[in-house]
């Protein structure tokens, strides 16, 4: 890439190379901004073969399959390299045409790809064979030298990922079973979610250690609630009615004025009689 970027002015070189490494920073985690930063180096240098390519990933990344297509095609007339085939057969299934997709994994293209790209080729072809509802004919498709090979490779998980979902798919749980334990084994980085599927498979139930806690904190408040309930159900209606009167009486009476007697109950219930107070200096409210 560096050496196609020597082609254009130093100012505009280092402008494209800019939103290039956005493009390779963002497609994982935010494909919308790293296609929007491809657009931009598109329209700044579109006769740069690694720029159509970088555009076509952050396309195929939103799936936006007919654009990226275009731009692998593009990236292909002017390097002359087959590395693409693979993914522009893919994007032929995400635009619906699985049968495209295999007539392209039997051109004399894929026989000029390295090892990678077989493997990744065999993928595209069986998941087309599972698009066209042919789930058999996608097991034999990867079973494979590759899939059979005790040796690790980078693509050796998503491989066996691959194998063990079509039996799945396939009703052989028993076989998908073991083929996603060998995922698991060949998957040092976690790039699928092999150990999930086996949970799955095994019936195991994953709680969420969050929630956990929420639902104990909800479960607090709740009993709080219905103690504080059962404290006002214990009172006794009598006692409480004695302190409301005696509550109305503090608030009646003033203990510093020289007429201020207080209430005996034995004498009498008080009643809500209005007692007016006469002040001796007038004047005074």
């Not at 994994?105 to 894929?110: H, I």
């Not at 595209?124 to 509802?133: E, H, T």
């Not at 005790?150 to 998908?176: H, K």
């Not at 799955?200 to 609630?225: K, M, N, R, Y």
């Amino acid at each position: 890439m560096r050496q196609e970027l020597l082609s254009l002015p130093k100012g505009l070189a280092e402008e494209v190379s800019r939103n290039l490494v956005m493009v390779a920073r963002l497609i994982d985690e935010d494909p919308e901004q790293a296609y929007a930063y491809s657009r931009i180096a598109l329209r700044l240098a579109s006769r740069v073969a690694a720029v159509r390519e970088a555009a076509g990933f952050a396309a195929y990344a939103t799936q936006k399959y007919s654009e990226a297509l275009a731009e692998f095609r593009a990236a292909k007339r002017m390097t002359g390299s087959v590395e693409l085939w693979p993914v522009m057969a893919d994007c032929e299934r995400g635009l619906g045409r699985p049968e495209r997709a295999l007539a392209m994994a039997g051109e004399p293209e894929v026989q000029k790809l390295d090892k990678a790209g077989q493997v990744e080729m065999r993928l595209v072809a069986a998941g087309a064979r599972r698009d066209m509802g042919e789930l058999d004919a996608a097991i034999v498709t990867l079973q494979s030298p590759e899939l059979a090979s005790s040796s690790v490779q980078p693509w050796t998980a998503r491989l066996r990922y691959a194998y063990a979902d079509a039996l799945l798919a396939a009703g052989r749980e028993d076989e998908a079973r073991e083929w996603f334990g060998k995922t698991l084994e060949a998957d040092k980085d976690g790039a699928t979610n092999a150990s999930d599927r086996l949970a799955e498979i095994d019936g195991v139930e994953f709680v969420d250690a969050g929630a956990v806690d929420a639902d104990l904190e909800d479960l607090d408040d709740v009993d709080i609630d219905a103690d504080e309930e059962d404290e006002e159900q214990d009172e006794d209606p009598a006692e409480v009615a004695a302190a409301e009167r005696a509550s109305d009486q503090a608030e009646y009476y003033d203990e510093d004025d020289e007429e201020y007697e207080p209430v005996d109950d034995a004498e009498g219930d008080v009643t809500d009689e209005i007692v007016v107070m006469e002040d001796d200096e007038p004047g005074k409210a």
